[in-house]
């Protein structure tokens, strides 16, 4: 076992975009990381596991490799996730089924290995990636739109139960993000960037660390200790504008 004085930091899907960035900006408030990506994880003095979050095996196995390391876990950030766009009445069954696997059971499962190591300490933070889709209905991803909507509904279950024995759960609700994701879906031609752009109320897309501050934030109970079962919009303001395309532009440009 490793001795540290340090906070640890669990974090998945780490290799690229917002896990990346979430990880080298706790690293440099000084956590010691542990990351789980089904690719490799370089660059950091860190942990690094190769596994499906998906996979029970894969999280009890990671689960003791942090324990035997680390001895405590006081973050885990559930990041990783995939995307799925197309219409709902063409989207295959085993597709179905992948999405919500990565994106909803993933999240479940690290928490429950991980969270019975912060009741066990009576303290720890767990922060959900979520996404705006998991706060509206977005077209031609309805399993996505599920597994987001789900997850926002496991950080308020968990929220409940856990929060006065010490463990606090919630989520960031990114909007779009320029990541490797972001390029993927894109050359899908599933979007463009004014697509995203016009509709946003502060005319761009988000970084990754936008993202990677929000949670930075709810990872550190000295200034989000009281904060518990939220969903925070990190999505420049597309969750809360109902207007139309005119009337949004019109504001922005005032």
């Known amino acids: 076992m490793t001795m540290t004085t340090n906070p640890v930091a669990v974090i998945t899907g780490a290799a690229q975009g917002i896990g990346r960035r979430t990880a080298e900006l706790l690293a440099a408030s000084g956590y010691d990381l542990a990351l789980l990506d089904r690719s490799l994880v370089t660059g950091f003095d860190a942990l690094t596991v190769m596994g499906d979050v998906s996979d029970d095996g894969d999280v009890r196995a990671f689960a003791r490799v ?3 390391r680390y001895g405590r876990v006081d973050v885990l950030v559930n990041n990783a996730g995939i995307s799925c766009i197309g219409p709902a009445e063409e989207t295959p069954a085993d597709l179905w089924r992948q999405v919500l696997e990565v994106n909803l059971t993933g999240p479940f499962l690290l928490s429950q290995a991980f969270g019975r190591q912060m009741l066990a300490q009576g303290s720890g933070s767990i922060v959900n990636i979520a996404s705006v889709a998991g706060l509206r209905g977005i077209g031609d991803r309805a399993a996505y739109n599920a597994s987001k909507h789900g997850l926002i509904g496991l950080t308020r279950t968990l929220a409940v139960e856990w929060g006065g024995r010490g463990v ?11 990541t490797e994701m972001d ?16 509709h946003t109320p502060a005319g761009r897309f988000a970084s990754p660390e936008d993202i990677a501050q929000a949670v930075a934030f709810l990872a550190d109970p000295a200034r989000s200790g009281y904060v518990n079962g939220a969903a925070l919009s990190v999505d420049g303001g597309w969750a809360a504008d109902g207007s139309w395309p005119s009337l949004r532009l019109d504001a922005r440009g005032r």
């Open 66 to 68: 942090v324990q035997a």
């Open 168 to 178: 606090r759960v919630n989520a960031v609700c990114p909007g779009w993000v320029k």
């Open 183 to 198: 390029s993927a879906d894109q050359a899908s031609g599933g979007y463009v960037d004014t697509d995203i752009t016009e």
